[in-house]
């Protein structure tokens, strides 16, 4: 053992001087809303946690976390948003977003965690310290599940795989065309009907019908590879038409995508230029991330048709 020994605890120093720290309490390190944080949440509330000390400690709800920074700090770009999103819903951290007017005029995102003392500018320019809010004393797990999870009991309906890692499983002999038996359609299933040209002789009524069987293929799945040419899948069907149901933001922004991908490399530039926006903005209306103003919109839907 090195150093100094004292009996008394109160003479031992923890945190040597001139070091930052940070504060967190059992409470909140036990808590559900701490415990279950992703990789990414917990890499970016480290990092707005190293902001704070690199300030004293007094800039709560004014720290900055720039994309750049974040990916170097070692979560991923396309992931930023959505760890930022589970954060906030947690209660571990909150937000207040920034708005880009031009290229250089930028107001940035600013960040405040919840769990330590938030720093206020009241309208005359007086800087004074309030209590943490604590929102994450609020959080309930259940709020925070995967939505893409698959409900309990949902997995028997989908074909186990068999011992060579294959998903199509094992097709037994009495699965085979000639003895599958009356056809069914499980639920789930996809419904295919066969359609009659108006003055054929009988009914024009449309009879459903299920997927046909395949010797060399599970039942269910065999319709989309060996259906007859008459027969219609009504999914693919109604999804040919995706003007009917996509919303004029969705238009435009698959308009956009078709463009760009037949134009020559730079078009994205010379759009967000013709347009009024950044080249980002643009870009990240292209991928479906943030949304245009009304300008941008109208001005990059004359162009495009």
Not at 132 to 143: D, H
Request: proline fraction near 8%; charged fraction near 25%; aromatic fraction near 6%.
């Amino acid at each position: 053992m090195s150093g100094k020994h004292y009996t008394d605890l109160r003479k031992v120093k923890a945190v040597p001087d001139g070091m930052a720290f940070v504060q967190l309490s059992i409470e909140l390190l036990t808590s559900p809303a701490w415990r279950g944080r992703s990789i990414n949440c917990g890499r970016f509330i480290e990092f707005l946690m190293i902001e704070h000390m690199h300030h004293a400690g007094r800039e709560n709800g004014w720290l900055l976390a720039p994309y750049d920074q974040l990916v170097k700090f070692g979560i991923t770009r396309r992931l930023i948003r959505a760890t930022i999103e589970e954060a906030v819903e947690r209660g571990l951290v909150a937000v207040v977003h920034g708005i880009r007017r031009t290229f250089k005029d930028t107001s940035p995102s600013r960040y405040r965690l919840t769990f330590l003392p938030e720093k206020v500018v009241n309208a005359a320019g007086i800087t004074y310290f309030a209590e943490p809010t604590n929102e994450w004393k609020r959080f309930k797990p259940a709020l925070a599940e995967n939505r893409t999870s698959v409900p309990e009991g949902e997995l028997d309906q989908f074909p186990k795989g068999n011992s060579q890692g294959s998903r199509r499983g094992t097709l037994e002999a009495s699965e085979t065309a000639e003895n599958c038996g009356p056809p069914t359609v499980p639920e789930g299933e996809p419904l295919y009907i066969s359609w009659l040209p108006e003055n054929a002789v009988g009914t024009t009524e449309p009879e459903a019908s299920p997927a046909p069987c395949s010797p060399d293929r599970s039942a269910p799945h065999a319709g989309r590879q060996h259906r007859d040419p008459d027969v219609i899948d009504i999914e693919d069907y109604l999804g040919a038409r995706p003007d009917e149901t996509e919303s004029p933001q969705a238009k435009l922004r698959r308009r956009l995508v078709e463009h760009i991908a037949a134009a020559p490399r730079g078009e994205i530039t010379r759009l967000a230029r013709r347009v009024g926006v950044s080249r980002a903005q643009l870009g990240n209306f292209k991928d479906g991330r943030f949304g245009l103003n009304r300008g941008a919109e109208a001005a990059l839907r004359q162009i495009l048709t």
